[in-house]
């Protein structure tokens, strides 16, 4: 019987992240300061982030050490297993060799893990006490929950009220790990406040959420704020999938033809996608596919330029594919890929055509998600169902072609479970933006 | 750094279940006819059971073949990890070693996928086109809901009424994976009818589940009944998990001196505990601890004779501890644990002296799942918190003791957080039963 788990041993564990930015063509943009639209340096966020995080944020060095403290944690569920998809496989009745690796094994249940305690870990380090945050479908709140309770941290969610109500198994998960969580807009902030002024019954947004998390820790001395996605840090922390999957992959004598990860803020993608590029850039021909939602269309159909991350044009402007800051997207239930922006280290390689951007419908992947709990048992998040999908159609475009395909099972749906009930009740539907509408949301972007 | 998790390679998967039947002394006493009261050969039970599993069920054989088709499946996420709790040991400031295996990486979340997927096979290879079974807490319903959609059956489950709406993500996992689910009583069944007729809002129990199931398994030709706990088949499949265990553990030179699992129907603990008695036969100072709830004392208080598996007094009787088939136990939110007999295996090896039990109140367990939580990151399933607290209280007796202990994370508490809520929110309560209702719940046992 062939392998169908490539378990990396404990001791070749990964001990250096891969930071993409010096490879990256032409490199990135700086950020832009929201007052005075001018160039930004550390200093500047220093109140905001731990001096730790800023370093990686514009570190020039390909290879940065991952922190024993670090390492020590990560050892509770990595290695994360490479895994076979080979049921799927014959479902397809494909010659493709279709690769996953399972993020889902984390304490929290997605790869958010593996950037939340790094991030726990340097807060820590430079003496903060507390974190805020804000999360949206939840998986960020949860993973840091985890990662703040494992270096005595307190933490503070603001969870953005639709899905607090609708996924009320997170707030317990949440709870659970010891952290405290509101749903947002709240009555603790004067953001929240004037929100619910204005609109006692909003569903929240991102954006309100951001804004919260933002103002708490602006206004405490012993709190910071922490993002789950879309910085180049973030990014960093995520690489170590990629760097355990080309081991594993070296184990068992294969290279990958075609590299697939599902995009919200982008960090996913990067950390499986980005260790490949240097192999890629000497010549070697790995296609590199990232997948959002076609409701969402940031790649595929936002516009490139400096943006604000928020509503309240709180945040530094980054360089990047955004659908303009304003962009409210259609309550699909991927809430992870309901994004304006896009990771500026994966804006840059879509611009330098390094890597191809698609976008796709949610019942297909809903449809993708539930052939692969019936085929390979686990049941993946919504958002990786859009990676699922986009595995599927590379494996069936020709299925007598003998590619391997490797991509990135963020995460397991098992509190997710009640979109998958919308699904099979045939409730979800499918969005296209109007063009008249994405036109509308990128004209107001900041004039830099 | 030392070795987190003990992975044991693919080729080493266990090949060959250890069935304990010959292993006990003075053997098993066979279950009786419910019309005659007199032993039951497997050829009454084949309209119900297929008689590959019917053998198993009776064989006198230490050693039988796990089918090449069953470890294909298993390998899906066998070898299960054995992991060291270090974490869990630093903050107890205990000198044990505390071991558990990750029985949570399984499709369904829990060691249920074990034995489902071999009891899927055994019937699909006798042509057997359906499967109708009962489940509770919704763990076995999920379990067999999955290998049912690998080997091309139906699968009909019947959920007790109160947990079905309880716990929603159960019935959309069983979905997804393809079974039909219907609350019970039902009006599928004459036996749910009548229910529903005298009661129309029952919150329905896993007597009545067991007796639907049953009576849809004997009214259609292509569908047979499947049970998750208790009998000796069930036993052997789940031995797996003691067999991994055994060779993981001599990987690192380790042999236990305590082996803890929740016991329900028996079959998680059978499966850790009793590959190693042949060696505690030999002298080895192994010592068994069964953990049960005290609201459901069945080994602890209950008495020892032949009783029925339901209450509808369908079942063949089987000489177990038992609390009464009339017995109701109160809503405790481990609902794996509510059941009021116990394997005639784990039976027999408590009134032979081979192993212990211990009956523990519900708010400690959860304390202790919440303490594993937030240091070994996963969160444990309401049933294996019972283990988790008595590897606790095994490793802080004597903190300087410098002892080893292995227990079984039977599942993962996903799709139990509702529980984990009430918990945090102070609305659990501890249950001692009276000595009264056990007096009464065990006095009409029936006259053999």
């Known amino acids: 019987m062939q392998q169908k788990k490539i378990q990396l041993p404990e001791d070749e564990m990964i001990r250096q992240w891969y930071n993409v930015l010096p490879d990256i063509p032409n490199g990135i943009a700086p950020p832009l300061d929201p007052e005075t639209m001018q160039p930004m340096g550390p200093e500047k966020l220093a109140p905001i982030f731990p001096v730790g995080l800023l370093e990686q944020e514009m570190s020039d060095q390909r290879w940065i050490d991952i922190p024993t403290e670090v390492q020590e944690i990560l050892r509770i569920w990595r290695p994360a297993p490479l ?39 340097y807060n820590q380090r430079e003496g903060v006490k507390r974190l805020a945050t804000e999360t949206g479908a939840g998986q960020w709140g949860s993973a840091l929950s985890f990662a703040t ?25 949440m709870n659970t790990y010891g952290a405290a969580i509101t749903p947002s807009p709240s009555d603790i902030t004067a953001t929240g406040r004037a929100v619910l002024a204005r609109d006692p019954d909003t569903p929240g947004s991102l954006g309100i959420a951001i804004s919260e998390a933002l103002e ?52 996913n993608f990067a950390g499986l996608a980005t260790p490949f590029l240097p192999d890629k850039l000497e010549g070697k021909p790995i296609r590199f596919v990232g997948v959002e939602p076609a409701s969402c269309p940031t790649m595929t159909k936002g516009v490139y330029g400096y943006d604000f991350c928020d509503v309240a044009r709180r945040t530094p402007l980054l360089y990047m594919y955004t659908l303009g800051h304003n962009f409210t997207p259609p309550g699909i239930h991927a809430g992870g890929l309901r994004y304006h922006g896009m990771a500026p ?30 085929t390979e048992g686990i049941i ?17 475009i020709d299925k007598n072609e003998p590619k391997t395909i490797l991509f990135n099972l963020s995460g397991h749906g098992l509190l997710d479970l009640s979109s998958y009930e919308k699904f099979s009740a045939g409730e979800l539907h499918d969005y296209d933006l109007p063009a008249e509408a994405i036109a509308a949301a990128t004209r107001d972007l900041p004039k830099v």
Chains 1, 2 share one sequence.
Do not use: W
Not at 357 to 364: D, F
């Open 83 to 121: 895994v076979r998809a080979e049921n799927l496989e014959r479902a397809l009745g494909t010659k493709a060799k279709i690769f996953f690796k399972n993020e889902g094994v984390s304490p929290s249940g997605s790869h958010k893990t593996n950037s939340a305690v790094a991030q726990a870990y």
């Open 149 to 173: 309770s494992k270096f005595g941290l307190e933490c503070m969610v603001y969870m953005v009220r639709v899905s607090f109500d609708q996924k009320p198994y997170r707030k317990v998960m």
């Open 216 to 267: 708490d820790a602006s206004s405490r001395d012993d709190t910071k704020y922490a993002l789950g996605s879309v910085l180049n840090h973030v990014c960093l922390h995520q690489t170590i999938i990629g760097l355990e999957a080309k081991k594993q992959l070296a184990m068992i004598g294969e290279t990958p033809d075609v590299i697939i990860g599902c995009c919200g803020g982008g960090s």
């Open 380 to 396: 993946p998040a919504p958002e990786s169902c859009h990676a699922v999908r986009a595995a599927i159609i590379e494996a069936t």
């Open 345 to 374: 280290i994966i804006s840059a390689m879509l611009r330098e055509g390094l890597m191809e951007a698609v976008s796709l419908h949610q019942l297909e992947c809903f449809e993708a998600g539930t052939l692969f709990a019936r």
